[in-house]
């Protein structure tokens, strides 16, 4: 089994433990900086609101993240070293891109109208440099892929890095996660990257959680990836309960090794800040590093699921995604 690298090095596939495979230290929407009435960057406050979000995440014996903030939504490498440091715990971060519309794409789109580079190739070189050479100055490496595509689409640029990322990926045996819009695009993403060559058991779908048809899930699961169900206490377009239910319907059928759990948290953004309107804050007051941990792992025992399948999808499956098993 190889070995996986986290932002202090790399380290043993069993050393991982109980993983949360999707969360967010820093991260921040491309424009903040231009902003002139942007907070200060304060990467000490930032390093202090990370640790008292993932604190008591500990006594629930956390002891890795996936960290999937991609280099176009402010990646901040050494907030992700000081916290693993000070904190105890393996923080996986991920090279890629986000999406078309969301992300940082000017320069890629201004260099390949002009015919200067060729964007999937481009991509796929940064890539790679990142895997081989490490993420800018900092020499770290990364132990995930990141992909995502917009709502109902995968637009050309998507496209472009859903096949980069298949290249680096079959090439390094990295595994690629994904983020998916609001539960679309799903099946489309797993047949791409498997047409591109990719082992689907190298593949997780992210926010598969975010579509409550069994129809959607089976049409990716059937696929042989896996998926996670990591927006928990994301309430905004869609009740727990339903992801608990679908969740629940799909160990049911037998898919607990295919399945992983995380929250999408974002402990700290960038920016001039403010406040949510009163009716997004509401469906946003579970939404953290332990809500999984202290509300829905009971919910999932109340309905007869196990404490093997709670570890499988906690500690196994993300040892196997990372470790390359
Ligand atoms: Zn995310």
Redesign the pocket.
């Known amino acids: 089994m190889k070995k996986i690298n986290t932002v202090l090095g790399p380290i043993s596939p069993e050393d991982l433990g109980l993983t949360l495979v ?1 969360e ?1 230290l820093a991260v921040s929407y491309a424009g903040w900086e231009c902003d002139p009435l942007s907070r200060p960057y304060n990467r000490e406050k930032m390093v202090r609101i990370c640790l008292r979000a993932l604190q008591p995440v500990k006594d629930y014996g956390l002891n890795s993240i996936i960290e ?1 903030t991609p280099a176009d939504m402010n990646r901040d490498i050494d907030i992700m070293k000081e916290v693993s440091e000070k904190l105890q715990i393996n923080i996986i971060c991920s090279t890629g891109r986000y999406t078309e519309e969301l992300g940082k794409w000017a320069y890629l789109k201004q260099r390949s109208q002009n015919k200067i580079g060729d964007m999937v190739q481009e991509l796929y070189e940064g890539f790679m440099q990142e895997i081989t050479r490490g993420i800018d100055l900092s020499g770290v490496k990364p132990g995930v892929i990141k992909v995502a595509t917009g709502l109902n689409y995968i637009s050309p640029i998507e496209e472009a890095v859903l096949k980069a990322t298949a290249r680096a990926g079959k090439e390094t045996g990295l595994p690629l996660i994904t ?1 998916t819009e609001n539960g679309t695009m799903g099946p489309e993403q797993a047949k791409l990257l498997i047409d591109e060559g990719v082992n689907p058991k190298r593949i997780m779908i992210g926010h598969m959680c975010g579509n409550s048809s069994l129809q959607y899930q089976l049409s990716v699961l059937s696929q042989g990836v896996n998926i996670s169900f990591d927006r928990f206490g994301i309430e905004l377009f869609l009740p727990d309960k339903v992801r608990t239910a679908t969740l629940i319907g799909l160990l049911g059928l037998g898919y607990t090794d295919r399945i992983m759990l995380s929250h ?1 948290f974002m402990a700290c953004t960038s920016g001039r800040g403010g406040r949510l309107p009163e009716e997004v804050a509401r469906t946003l007051t579970n939404w953290s590093f332990i809500h999984i941990f202290r509300n829905i792992i009971p919910a999932l025992k109340q309905a007869g699921i196990t404490d093997e399948q709670i570890r499988a999808m906690m500690i196994d499956n993300p040892r196997r995604l990372l470790g390359g098993e």
């Open positions: 999707h967010h999937a983020h999408d």
